[in-house]
């Protein structure tokens, strides 16, 4: 074998197990509330936001709710501030891991504005 | 709009007829203008539907649910033009439209190809209408159960006012013209597989695998802009699906735009181009189809609908009779394709780099189809969908970037035939030279993070090193400048891209009426709003509201003025945010809501029913009854409490009317002036239980009665974002110019230049293996380019 077709197996090897890596390293998985106890890890955690439990501390600007889905409910400590359109929001996705019996999320999904929207809100007007 | 209907019907029967002539016009030539004919009918049918959408959207047909949903009355002439591909009907007509303009063109300049190629890309066509036939822009808005007192609506539900801006009316068109220019390349392979000819095409389809290219570039530029002008998160590319979606085809596009030269200039390549031109189309399907159905309404920031069932299973049927087609073609045609010459080439040659770089851009295109599908995967494999944060691709393509652009700042000093390492080495030293300099200079600007570093330093090698071989060739008077130029842009948008996303400094930036905030070097004070300012008015339901901060340091002072908009006829996605972006030539101050303005204020409360009295902190209210004015549910309906106050201070009670008024911007509380100057308002009311609560602000000697304004900022300061405005231009002007060079190509023949290239080795041919495939006629002379100059 020639050496810069060795060189080139190592590099592409290389390559691989690094993408490999990287991968599993930002992988995320959606869950259910009612798994969060079994994963230590960063999830991906689609919730209903209970508009009722709503709370923001406009001076440190934390948002605290309490979400549910079909498995059950879980309080969230948001700590970057309301996402613009969360008031309105049905469904977000939080990301982060639970700490204490607390999620606490990182980054939060809210469905933002998009020029592929619109449909579903012609039938309110 | 029946006519709307028709023309689109027209247009996809004559598709048909032009598909079906032309695959039939290999026995009979006489065919062949039948199927132009059908071809140029097709086009009119698709320019027909474009005008009678523009038609009915700039005269306000509102009675059509596409001019309904996404169009208003209150839109200038030309926004109303551009509503036409805000929704998904219309953006698949904008892309049946630039197909058809291609087409045309295609047609005229296809020479020998002309029957191939039509065939296929007037399929493409056919599919297209038929998905707007079956997804029509023209569809009548279905009248609701009970009818309204008006109908058809006299006005539209209006255009998402975060579309409504200068880049809603650039940015689809040309990103269109890339997407719609990929099915050239593709119908192309499929004519070369088909036909089973494997030279002339790659000079036919270079010019339009440049051009794809360049105008996909442009239209992920233009996306980046516009995303960072108009959204407020401050940043110009997220690996969001929809930006990857558009992402893997370019890279894939711009491997085999490589991989074309290769096999002009070196017969190298062969039975690679057909994938590389192919592929990106079907990717492209395959990210409409992701995005559109609604497949990664979850993972992803933007939302999505989902299309008609049987529009949906054109799409599929394109995305699998693609790919199909592509591979099964290919497969069949694979051994019959000529091999080069076995030569091997010198290992520092342009050959071998052009090689390896098409391998790290089908590699980055790979990575991002898979890692942007693995929601999908996973949830096939396991049931349970992982999706993959953006940080993913930033990992992975910092060593991606690394080889990439040693190979960017080597291509143009090699030379095809390959040369020693100390040549080389000669050659590379000025632009590595001015490549450190650059390095020494960002590092005493402060970026000395020693990754971004190296890689800031390489990026600006391939700057220096393309710039060199633009000056090498200027004063040779050769012309083949535009391959170099896009290369320097490329080098200075991603360097721009690195330090402005690295570097940035973000802070969250609370401004509070009435206080100053320090941050960033600046103090920040609350000025007024330009719109409906006073509390407790709406100024958030002021389209044209913006906020004026006062930014100011020891020497400089200037004003920002984000705007924060509450769209109050959408329930969903309806707040807007435009940041406000001040530029100086080496950062931006980047200003932006991160959450709705509010109001702080701790009022004095008081809740009573009706014909009820209360006390609190000196005043005495008394809650006599209610009255309405105006129309009950309509703009201007007043819900009125009849109060009379009292005080110990004052000489007798008041009696006044505060009252909630419905305007377009919801029910807002009006207040009224009591003689110590405190103001008294509705804060809420139950009508049934005939209930109010009042409340008491602006109290004298109580400070915290006085609402204020909350405005609370996200402000970034990102270095050297200029550079992110100046490369794609560079890489755009080189792109098109590449592309004019290499259309002359196709008319006059590939020049070979003196000294630089042996045309091409003989191809090789490869003795099939089995009985059938001796069977097959022989292969036909390749081209040389006399040949394709006769075609």
Redesign the interface.
């Known amino acids: 074998m020639k050496p ?1 077709s060795i060189a080139m197996i190592v590099l592409v090897l290389a ?1 691989l197990a ?2 490999v890596r ?2 599993i ?7 259910k509330v009612a798994q969060l106890s079994e994963i230590q890890r960063e999830v ?1 955690l ?1 919730l209903k936001p209970l508009q009722q439990t709503v709370q923001f501390d ?2 440190t ?1 934390t948002l605290t709710f309490e979400g549910e889905d079909e498995t059950g409910k879980v309080k969230v400590v948001y700590p ?6 969360f008031e ?3 469904q977000v ?1 939080v ?1 982060g891991e639970m700490k204490d019996g607390v999620f606490h999320a990182r980054d939060m ?17 | 709009m029946l006519i709307g209907y028709g023309v689109i019907w027209f247009g996809a029967i004559c598709a048909l007829l032009s598909v079906v002539m032309y695959a039939l016009s290999g026995r009979r030539s006489a065919l062949i203008r039948w199927a132009r004919w059908g071809f140029i009918g097709a086009f009119l049918g698709i320019v027909g539907a474009e005008a009678v959408l523009q038609y009915a959207l700039l005269t306000g047909r509102y009675d059509l ?1 596409y001019v ?3 169009s208003e009355q209150s839109l200038s002439p030309w926004m109303k033009m551009a509503s036409a ?4 009907e219309g ?1 698949f007509l904008l892309w049946a439209l630039w197909t058809g303009i291609y087409g045309l063109i295609l047609m005229r300049t296809a020479g020998g190809y002309e029957r191939w190629v039509m065939t296929a890309y007037g399929t493409v066509v056919l599919l297209l209408l038929g998905i707007l036939a079956y997804q029509s822009p023209f569809a009548p808005l279905p009248k ?1 159960d009970p009818a309204p007192p008006v109908w058809p609506p006299q006005d539209g ?1 209006g255009l ?1 006012p ?2 409504e801006n200068v880049w ?1 009316k650039i940015h ?1 068109p040309i990103i269109f013209a890339g997407f719609a220019a990929l099915a050239v390349p593709f119908a192309y392979a499929i004519a070369s597989l088909w036909r089973g000819e494997f030279h002339e095409w790659v000079v036919r389809v270079r010019p339009w695998a440049i051009y794809t290219t360049t105008m996909l570039g442009i239209g992920l530029a233009l996306g980046g802009y516009w995303a960072y002008e108009t ?1 407020g998160w401050g940043g110009f590319w997220a690996w969001d699906p ?1 930006e990857n979606t558009s992402y893997f085809p370019w890279l894939t596009m711009a491997a085999g735009l490589h991989g074309v030269m290769l096999q002009i200039n070196r017969g190298r390549m062969v039975r690679w181009n057909h994938l590389l031109m192919a592929i990106p189309f079907v990717m492209f399907v395959y990210g409409t189809f992701l ?2 159905s609604g497949v990664l309404a ?1 993972v992803s ?5 989902a299309l008609a069932k049987s529009a949906l299973w054109i799409l599929l049927a394109m995305l699998g009779g693609g790919l199909l087609l592509t591979v099964g073609l290919w497969a069949w045609r694979y051994r019959s394709m000529p091999l080069p010459a076995n030569t091997q080439a010198k ?1 520092i040659s342009r050959e071998v780099v052009l090689k390896w770089g098409i391998g790290l851009l089908v ?1 980055s295109a790979l ?1 991002s189809l898979v ?1 942007t599908s ?2 999908l995967i ?1 949830k096939a494999f396991t049931g ?6 953006p ?2 691709y930033n ?2 393509h910092a ?1 991606w970037i690394i080889l990439t652009a040693l190979l960017l700042a080597a291509a143009p000093m090699l030379t095809w035939r390959g040369m020693t390492l100390d040549e080389i080495l000669q050659r590379l030293t000025k632009g590595w030279m001015a490549a450190v300099a650059t390095g020494f200079a960002l590092f005493f600007a402060g970026f000395r993070e020693p990754l971004t570093l190296l890689i800031s330093v390489l990026l600006a090698f391939v700057v220096f090193s393309n710039l060199g071989a633009i000056w090498r060739r200027v004063r040779t008077s050769k012309v083949t400048l535009g391959g170099f130029l896009t290369h320097v842009g490329l080098g200075i948008a991603i360097l721009g891209l690195l330090i402005s996303n690295f570097y940035e400094v973000k802070e ?1 930036v ?1 401004v509070v009426q009435g206080q100053d905030t320090m941050a960033l070097g600046y103090r920040w004070r609350y000025l007024d709003m330009t719109g409906n300012e006073k509390f407790p008015g709406d100024p958030l339901a002021d389209k044209f509201n913006r906020v004026r901060v006062e930014v100011a340091s020891h020497d400089e002072k200037f004003i920002v003025e984000p705007r924060f908009y509450q769209d109050q ?9 435009w940041p406000h972006i001040v530029r100086w030539w080496n950062h931006d101050l980047y200003v932006a ?4 303005p ?1 109001v ?1 204020a701790s009022p004095i409360t008081i809740r009573l029913h009706e014909k009820e009295k209360a006390t609190k902190d000196g005043y005495t209210v008394e809650f006599l009854g209610f009255e309405t004015g105006g129309a009950m549910g309509s703009e201007g309906f007043r819900a009125i409490a009849r109060t009379r106050v009292s005080h110990p201070e004052w000489e007798k009670p008041v009696e006044v009317e505060p009252f909630r008024v419905v305007t377009a911007g919801g029910v807002i509380p009006i207040p009224v002036p009591l003689p110590d100057g405190s103001q008294i308002l509705v804060g809420q009311m139950d009508v049934s239980q005939r209930m109010v609560e009042f409340q008491m602000i602006m109290v004298p000697g109580k400070p915290e009665t006085n609402p204020r304004w ?1 405005i ?1 900022l996200e402000v970034y300061v990102k270095p050297l974002t200029i550079l992110v405005w100046l490369g794609p231009p560079l890489t755009v002007i080189g792109g098109l110019l590449a592309t004019v060079r290499r259309a002359r190509d196709v008319r006059y023949g590939v020049p070979r230049a003196q000294g630089e290239t042996p045309p091409p080795p003989a191809p090789r041919q490869v003795v099939p293996r089995g009985k059938k495939a001796r069977l097959r006629r022989p292969m036909p002379e390749p081209l040389s380019a006399k040949a394709v100059e006769k075609s």
Request: charged residues 15%; glycine residues 6%.
């Open positions: 810069g390559g690094f993408t990287a991968f390293n930002n992988a995320s998985p959606y869950v991906h689609p406009i001076k600007m970057k501030g309301k996402p613009n359109n309105v929001a049905t996705v990301i999904l809210v469905k933002c504005p998009s020029k592929y929207q619109g449909e579903q809100q012609t039938a309110q007007k | 649910q309904f949903s996404f591909w805000a929704g998904q953006s609701p539900f998402n975060s579309l809603m689809p959204l929809v995005t559109r979850e920031v933007h939302s999505f609908d290992p590699l990575i890692g693995w929601p996973s349970q969908m992982v999706a993959l944060q940080s993913f990992q992975v060593p969250r609370v006829r959408r329930t969903e996605n309806n707040n807007v945010v809501f991160f959450a709705p509010q702080d909350v609370p």
